[in-house]
């Protein structure tokens, strides 16, 4: 599908948009800039957005939701001290910008502000789309799902029930700022999931598996299709033979890819800049301090290819980076946007996020991760004698003040004489994010990041969560086996 064109409109090329004639140029940009600061205003800003999809979803072997939909709009910001004024449009017009610029400016009462004129950012490189996913007929998308289904069925007869999506998403903005930013990006991105019941009697298991990719359709394989679905089912049909978890203070290893929702939810949101300016972050005062052993370091990478988070800018139009979070152990940077990163002296590390137009931007990150190390995973296993295995967490909750935290193992084992047995069910952890990072006293070379959608003031934005398999020396395993 193509983006919308919005009318035409003054800009220093005599239209609205930029070199292809959409969204706002920066001459039309300077002037929404202007208008807002009319009335005083220490931050201006104005964000464009365009954007595009399409998603199917089958069950039962039948395909039975397809929609497809274009959205635009735009939306302007105003700060002046610790007030936020935001508005938005559900138009590209420009007289429409306009209008809510100058609708904005009159809750102020102050002297017309200065802006610095806008300097346009050059596009960072980013890995070109290889086959836009709207040029692809939305029945071989349905094939898809219907591929995703028979390969699921054929992996076990125990396998009763299959429901698999399909999505894609195409997105233009366009960020202007009174700080002298100007800057516009492309984004295109591609999802995948597959959830699958496997039944033995009175038993039942699920397993879900997912297949994301920022850039365009051609990671769409029959091979990639074949073991999203072979994964889904065989963790499904594997915990049929589950047994009761164990329960006590033990070592938890956790495997690679989805194991890194721990660090996402129980330490990443911690370092967002937002809750270290409100002192509701635990990790508030520990800047420089040591967090974690020698061997830890994680980071917070915007740009890596093809990973479900990258940008090569953010929603205020920060170029996105790699920053490093905790460096050998020490906490070196928290993730930052622009308003909040002056305040706390730090530079944005281009972690400005919004779902859309509709919303105002906070930190967020990005893909987060902990850098791998040396050890093989199977080296580390067998380096533990007796430890529960967390293959795979499922939701559950923590407090950013103090980093306490529960979370559900989907897909759980026994490591005995450094082996890994039988699976158990049932199984949540409970601890502290600060403690957990302390606690890690092996990592493995084996890195992985996943895909997921992370929640916060009520927006959904993509994630990259991921990390090398690692041992936590010991924690809470609440469980339903006395160990």
């Known amino acids: 599908m193509s983006a919308v064109e919005p009318a035409s409109g003054p800009g220093s090329s ?21 208008r807002a600061l009319r009335r005083g205003g220490d931050f201006a800003e104005v964000f464009a ?27 302007v910001r105003i700060v002046r001290g610790g007030t936020t004024v935001f508005g938005y449009c559900e138009s590209l017009e ?5 209008r809510l610029a100058d609708r904005l400016s009159e809750g102020l009462d102050g002297a017309a502000a200065l802006g610095t004129p806008l300097h346009v950012l050059e596009r960072p490189e980013f890995p070109p789309v290889g086959v836009e996913p709207g040029d692809v007929d939305v029945f071989e998308k349905a094939a898809i799902l219907r591929a995703l289904d028979e390969f699921s069925r054929a992996w076990s007869a125990e396998i009763v029930q299959v429901s698999a999506s399909y999505s894609d998403h195409k997105q233009r903005i366009w960020v202007a700022n009174s700080r002298g930013t100007y800057a516009t990006e492309e984004r295109t991105r591609v999802f995948g999931a597959v959830s699958v019941v496997a039944k033995r009697g009175d038993v039942i298991q699920t397993g879900r598996e997912t297949l994301a990719h920022r850039g365009g359709y051609e990671f769409i394989t029959p091979e990639s299709l074949r073991a999203m679905a072979q994964t889904a089912a065989d963790k499904a049909v594997v915990m049929l033979d589950a047994g009761p978890a164990p329960a006590g203070r033990m070592p938890v290893v956790l495997a690679n890819g989805f194991g890194g929702v ?20 635990v990790f508030a005062e520990r800047l420089g301090r040591r967090v974690a052993e020698p061997h830890v370091t ?6 890596g290819a093809g990973m479900w988070g990258s940008n090569a800018i953010d929603d205020e139009g920060t170029p996105t980076q790699s920053t490093v979070a905790i460096s050998e152990g020490v906490l070196s940077s928290f993730l930052t946007d622009v308003l909040r990163g002056e305040r706390l002296g730090q530079m944005p590390t281009g972690n400005s996020r919004r779902q859309g137009f509709r919303h105002l931007p906070y930190p967020r990150m990005t893909n987060t991760y902990f850098a791998p190390g040396d050890a093989s995973p199977d080296d580390l296993i067998a380096d533990t004698r007796r430890a529960l295995y967390a293959k795979s967490l499922s939701g559950g909750e923590v407090d950013p003040a103090t980093g306490d935290f529960v979370f559900g193992v989907s897909e759980g084992y026994l490591i005995e004489d450094g082996r890994v047995g039988p699976p158990v ?6 601890g502290n994010g600060p403690e957990v990072l302390l606690g890690i006293d092996a990592i493995a070379s084996d890195l992985v990041v996943k895909a997921g959608m992370c929640g916060k003031e009520g927006q959904l934005v ?3 969560t991921g990390q090398p398999t690692l041992r936590i020396r010991e924690l809470t395993v609440g469980g339903t086996a006395v160990s």
């Open 14 to 34: 005599g239209g609205s948009g930029g070199e292809d004639g959409l969204g706002l140029s920066p001459g039309w940009a300077q002037v929404v800039i202007e």
């Open 49 to 75: 957005e365009s954007s595009s999809g399409v998603s199917l979803r089958l069950d039962d072997q039948r395909v039975e939701e397809v929609a497809s939909g274009t959205d635009m709009g735009a939306s």
């Open 94 to 98: 420009p007289e429409a910008v306009l």
């Open 262 to 281: 721990l660090f996402h939810e129980a330490c990443g949101h911690g370092l967002e800049a937002d809750f270290i300016v409100k002192r509701t972050s």
């Open 298 to 303: 994680a980071l917070d990478n915007g740009v």
């Open 425 to 430: 069910r049932g199984a949540t952890l409970i």
């Open 462 to 464: 993509p994630v990259g």
